[in-house]
Nanobody, 124 residues
Framework: QFQLVESGGGLVQPGASLRLSCATS????????IGWFRQAPGKEREGVSC????????NYADSVKGRFTVSRDNAKNTVYLQMNSLKPEDTADYFC?????????????????WGKGTLVTVSS
């Protein structure tokens, strides 16, 4: 069964760090690009970061460049999102998703499979 499961969310203060994990199963993750997306209440889903199947191409939204780092460990079937210097505007549900063409694009409409999300709240 094709699964993506996010973990690592929580409540943190501004300036803190979190590392999100996206554990995959039921498919060969090596063949897929993985993206991170987020959705805040009342807002549209937006792309945060993505990494292509080899890890050689990575994209970030301008709002997270220099603060977030995406990586993948194909041996562990897991993709990570390291989030540093968190801001209140980073508060959202964070989702990981897989693109079967292996292409890294920050557009949720290009993704084929989705996890259920993990909530990140940044507040003092």
């Amino acid at each position: 069964q094709f699964q993506l499961v996010e973990s690592g969310g929580g409540l943190v203060q501004p300036g803190a760090s979190l590392r999100l994990s996206c554990a995959t199963s039921g498919f060969t993750m090596d063949n897929y690009a993985i993206g991170w997306f987020r959705q805040a209440p009342g807002k549209e889903r937006e792309g945060v970061s993505c990494i292509n199947r080899s890890g050689g191409r990575i994209n970030y939204a301008d709002s997270v460049k220099g603060r977030f780092t995406v990586s993948r460990d194909n041996a562990k079937n897991t993709v990570y999102l390291q989030m540093n210097s968190l801001k209140p505007e980073d508060t959202a549900d964070y989702f990981c998703a897989a693109n079967r063409l292996g292409v890294c694009v920050l557009d949720w409409r290009t993704m084929d499979y989705w996890g259920k999300g993990t909530l990140v709240t940044v507040s003092s």
